[in-house]
């Protein structure tokens, strides 16, 4: 396990995964199988059938009908732990991934107050070491105090243990500020995260310029106002070099971007979310809080320029952007809500959903693009290859059911999806051998 990773110890029971259909596009593991899990790590992978239980060890069902995967990584959620407790906190946050098929996640620096200091960090990693169902890593506040105005100890905050530094939320206004971000970036290493938005076209903004803002009368953010600023950093990026990622593309051109600056040669990735590939500003309405997002909704050739940049590699991994907010802010007008959805508990059946089922996309994408965003982040993506830590999901591709209607393990429910009927659920997942999430009829350890 990475030290950029915090959270639950490597379990010591043993488990039998019988009877599974296995899937590891990276690792060319396709078909029936059973695994064995023993000390945190896959132990065996043998054809389905031929391993037999041992003395003491849990066995979990699969009936030659159940999935197991590499467990999924998402590179960018909002845990809201420090000062925002009320909303999400590290249990129920990652809680909430387990449930989803996640073994670990990267939180968010915009928390109150920003995670900017070293001390401050460390403090939140140890915290996480005691709470956290899957393992999580967190980002550091690129300016201090998420101002724009100056830097952050970002060296000092590399060495305390941060993935990356990202005032997301907020972009970086400031382009002398970016650029001495790059030169130290490339001093102490780790990712430049940035939240493209140019302040002054998106400001006041409340959903994507179109037809839907003109109809509701809303006032509007542009698509320029992401693409402008993409162009800009990577002009900088380009001159000063380091290592960027792009958080939640949203729009046409943002790919075209993406596309050039990697056939430049220059050091970029990005992601996109469930909520940008499935839906569009079309669907916004002034009833439905939760379809408020940031970066907005796009119009229906955004997000199918998406899911081409996705289907293609241009666009690098999905990330959920899991934003949890109190009912009470959700429950204002549209105008005045904050902006953001939940999105770990819904992320694999939606785009299996959506995507996969119509043909869209290929279930073998799909499971690479949720978990290789770790190697972005210099971590190494979940695996069923013998030998490597134990963190797998297990998925019911069958079943069906309605988004929300047992509750939610997040605090929150403002998810975009919610009421929605979805096909295949996650039933299980493991974290370095320890089962973290269960539908199984299995007991879960504490």
């Given at each position: 396990m990475s030290g950029l990773l915090v959270g639950p110890q490597p379990a010591g029971e043993r488990l039998l995964l019988k009877e599974f259909q296995a899937l590891d596009p990276a690792a060319g593991i396709e078909g029936p199988h059973d695994l064995r899990i023993a000390k945190g790590k896959v132990a065996e992978l043998a054809p389905a059938g031929s391993l037999e239980p041992g003395e003491g060890e849990t066995v979990l069902a699969g009936a030659g009908r159940l999935m197991v995967l590499p467990a999924f990584f998402d590179p960018h959620v909002h845990l809201r732990t420090p000062g925002q407790e009320h909303k999400e906190e590290l249990a129920s946050g990652t809680s909430a991934a387990a449930a989803g098929g996640f073994w670990a996640v990267l939180a968010m620096a915009n928390t109150q107050p920003p995670v900017d200091a070293p001390e401050l960090l460390g403090a939140l990693r140890e915290r996480a070491g005691r709470e956290a169902r899957v393992q999580v890593g967190f980002f550091a506040a690129l300016s201090a105090g998420l101002a724009g105005k100056s830097l952050a100890e970002l060296v000092a905050l590399r060495e305390a243990g941060a993935v990356g530094f990202s005032d997301d939320g907020r972009p970086v206004a400031s382009a002398a500020l970016l650029r001495d971000a790059l030169?130290?970036?490339?001093?102490?290493?780790?990712?430049?995260?940035?939240?493209?938005?140019?302040?002054?076209?998106?400001?006041?903004?409340?959903?994507?310029?179109?037809?839907?803002?003109?109809?509701?009368?809303l006032p509007a953010i542009p698509a320029a106002a992401e693409s402008a600023m993409i162009a800009r950093d990577l002009e900088l990026i380009g001159a000063e070099g380091g290592r960027v990622h792009f958080l939640h593309l949203s729009t046409a051109r943002s790919v075209e971007l993406l596309a050039q600056a990697k056939e430049r040669g220059l050091a970029v990735s990005g992601e996109v979310t469930p909520h940008h590939l499935i839906l569009d500003e079309a669907e916004?309405?002034?009833?439905?809080?939760?379809?408020?997002?940031?970066?907005?909704?796009g119009n229906e050739a955004d997000r199918r320029a998406l899911l081409e940049g996705l289907r293609s590699g241009v666009i690098d991994c999905l990330a959920t952007d899991h934003a949890p907010h109190a009912p009470e802010e959700k429950e204002l007008p549209l105008e005045l809500a904050p902006m953001g959805t939940t999105g770990l508990e819904t992320a694999f059946a939606a785009l299996y959903t959506e995507l996969v089922k119509p043909g869209l996309l290929s279930l073998a994408r799909l499971v690479e693009a949720l978990g290789c965003g770790a190697r972005l982040y210099g971590i190494e993506p979940a695996t069923l290859r013998p030998g490597a830590p134990a963190n797998l999901c297990a998925v019911d591709l069958e079943a069906r059911w309605v988004a929300g209607e047992d509750g939610w393990r997040s605090k929150a429910a403002n998810c975009c999806f919610a009421g929605r009927q979805l096909r295949g659920r996650v039933v299980a997942t493991l974290c370095a051998g320890r089962l973290a999430f269960s539908r199984l009829g299995v007991e879960v350890a504490a």
């Open positions: 030169r130290y970036q490339r001093l102490c290493g780790g990712v430049i995260a940035l939240h493209e938005e140019e302040p002054q076209l998106a400001a006041g903004g409340a959903i994507r310029e179109g037809p839907t803002a003109t109809r509701l009368a916004v309405s002034l009833s439905n809080t939760a379809l408020k997002v940031n970066p907005p909704l």
